[in-house]
Each structure stands twice: as C-alpha cells, then as structure tokens.
C-alpha cells in the first residue's frame, strides 16, 4: 500500500491516495503520425499500461492529441518543454495530463497562462527535476544529490501552486539507483503529492530493468510511489512487461499466475528447466492468482513447494506431480510436461 498521498484523476484512472500503483510509458513515435502513435499505444494497452505520455515539439504534435485520442482507452499524457503554447494547445486538444517544467515555458505570464488553462480544463500536472535539469540556485547550494533534486522540484511545485494549481504529480528521478531512492524517499517526506516513480537513463534492457527493479522495488516496499516508468532504451512495450513485473516481484499485483523454480543442479535428472521455461511463457498474460513450482529433483521440491496450487518435481525414475505437497501422479519424464500442462490448464479454467 502506497503512503498517504493526495488522489488524482488522470482522465478518469486514479493515482495516489492508496490506488494501486498505476503503470506508464512513452510511445517512441512522432506524435503527429497518428496512426503509427496509436497503433503503439495499442499494444501497449494490451501489454498492460495504464498511462501513455507523448512528447509535443510543435503544433502538429499538439493537434494530433485529439484524434489519437479518439483510437485509444487509456489517458494520455503531453510532455511539453520549452513553449507555453504547444502546452496550452496540447490542453485543448485533450491530454488528460500535461507534464511541463515552470523553469523552461516562460515568465510569469506564460507560467499564468498555462495554469488557467490547466485549472480551466481541470487536469493534473506533473513537474519534478532529474540530475540533468536541477535549478541552477539548488545545485550551487547543495551539489548534485538528494536535497538539490527534492528542492529542485518543490520549487517548480511552489510555482504552480501559487498559481492556483493543486492537482500535482511530482518526479525526482536520476540515473543513479542510490541516489534515486534517496531522492523518492527524501520527497515522500517533504509533500503529500503522489509521486511518479523511475529511474532515467537507465540504459538498455537488461541493465535498465535491473536497476529499475533495485530502485523502483525498494521505494514500492517502502509504501513510496503512486505511478511507475521502466525506462527502457527497447521497445516501450518492454517497460510495460518490466513494471508488472516488478509489481508482482514486491506483492502489488497477485492476479497473476506465479511461476517459481530451483535453478536446479546436479542432482536434476530430467529437463526442468525447459519446461519451466514453456511453462512462463505459456502462463503470461493469464490474470487468475495461482502459484505453480517446476522443481528439479524431489529432495526438496513437494516440501518447499507445499504452498504451490499444482507443483512437480523429477527424479531418475520419472516426475512426480503434486498439490499442496502431497503427490496426485507420477509420470515418465517423457510424459512430464503434457500431464503437467493439463493440470495447469484445469486450475486456469476451473
């Protein structure tokens, strides 16, 4: 459960306020190709993301927000920097939430302009810093760390509040795991927003979801972070996997089908790992809370698999297949992996 933070409507999906933790991305397509941005927002969708950001750099990017919201089901985000108008024009063509900077669209009256059109088509706001855009004023007091990235963002807060702007998502995000946690946590102390949790620049996919999965799942477990991004330099639809990935890891998602297996060793005599391999894969996208143990040998496999919903482990004589630790079938090693599916099967449509 997330720590008690303001709740806001993002076109009608919920954040904050002890929602569940909502899954974004970012399409990587020109925004104004609508159908390309839409088809990605597409798969996406069916990935499981909950949120969509895309990026305006001019006002065919903006006007484009209209019609690719006519062809989509989840809110959109505008990420705008740079021109208070694009941001105000991205507004009235439909983005359920504008991401912008104060620091960067302007001076007062360009920061006023866009917050009345913000508080006049009543969507939230997200602002925040990373290390690469900490103001200047903050970085001198402080250098790049934790305080100058957490005061940093409640400056831009401070900004759009005096504004009159209170619907706010703020992110303190940096490429740095340590610093990304110690940043999150440091923030979750300071204001009662919710957060938009991540870690930027983190790299292509291996990497990018192992540090995504130490910073993001240490804040999780700690209660901080109402919206997450898995900034992956792949196919976004790779973030989307990676987050509800990390959701069930640290016990916010159970609707799922849980696979768990030993990483086997000498003692294995039969092909487990295959078959726990097939059996992932086949169990993906199947939201029904069941837990399911692929087991290399049968010294340990029906006793720490005594929790599982179906389970089965292997000897050199053959497999064994069990519920709550007590064996309902043994089968040939051969025969292993059709008799297991087709009790996984009866559980998913039973």
């Known amino acids: 459960m997330a720590n008690n933070t303001k709740r806001v409507s993002v076109g009608g999906v919920y954040v904050g306020g002890g929602e569940s933790v909502k899954i974004q991305s970012m399409c990587t397509t020109k925004t104004a190709d609508v159908q390309a941005t839409a088809s990605q927002i597409a798969r996406l969708e069916e990935a499981g993301c909950e949120i969509v950001r895309v990026s305006v750099l001019d006002e065919e990017d903006a006007r484009a927000i209209k019609k690719i919201k006519d062809k989509i089901h989840i809110p959109l985000v505008a990420d705008i920097h740079f021109s208070h108008k694009l941001a105000i024009s ?26 009345d059109c913000i508080k006049a088509h009543r969507i939230p706001v997200r602002v925040g810093s990373n290390t690469g855009s900490i103001e200047k004023q903050f970085l001198a007091k402080y250098g790049k760390n934790e305080f100058s990235l957490v005061e940093s963002a409640l400056h831009n807060v401070g900004v759009l509040e005096r504004e009159g702007v209170s619907d706010i998502v703020i992110s303190v995000k940096a490429s740095s795991v340590p610093l990304t946690v110690r940043a999150y946590t440091l923030l979750s102390q300071r204001c009662s927003y919710p957060l938009h949790i991540g870690v930027t620049e983190a790299g292509t996919r291996d990497m990018a979801v192992v540090k995504s999965s130490a910073a993001l799942g240490a804040l999780l477990l ?74 290399g040998c049968v010294v340990n496999g029906p006793g720490e698999a005594r929790d599982c919903d179906i389970g089965i482990a292997g000897s050199k004589d053959g497999c064994v297949i069990f519920k709550g630790g007590d064996i309902i079938k043994k089968v040939t090693a051969e025969e292993a992996e059709e008799a297991f599916i087709a009790e996984i099967e009866k559980l998913i449509n039973d």
């Open 222 to 295: 700690n209660g901080i972070g109402d919206t997450m991004r898995v900034s992956i330099t792949d196919d976004p639809v790779e973030e989307v996997y990676a987050a509800r990935r990390i959701l069930r890891a640290v016990g916010l998602d159970r609707d799922f089908v849980d696979v768990i297996s030993c990483p086997t060793c000498g003692r294995c005599m039969w092909d487990s790992m295959s078959l726990a391999q097939k059996i992932t894969k086949r169990v993906e996208g199947i939201r029904k809370p069941l837990k399911v143990a692929v087991m």
């Open 90 to 115: 991205a507004i009235e063509n439909g983005c359920d939430k504008v991401r912008i900077n104060p620091g960067n669209i302007g001076g007062d009256a360009q920061i006023r302009a866009v917050a």
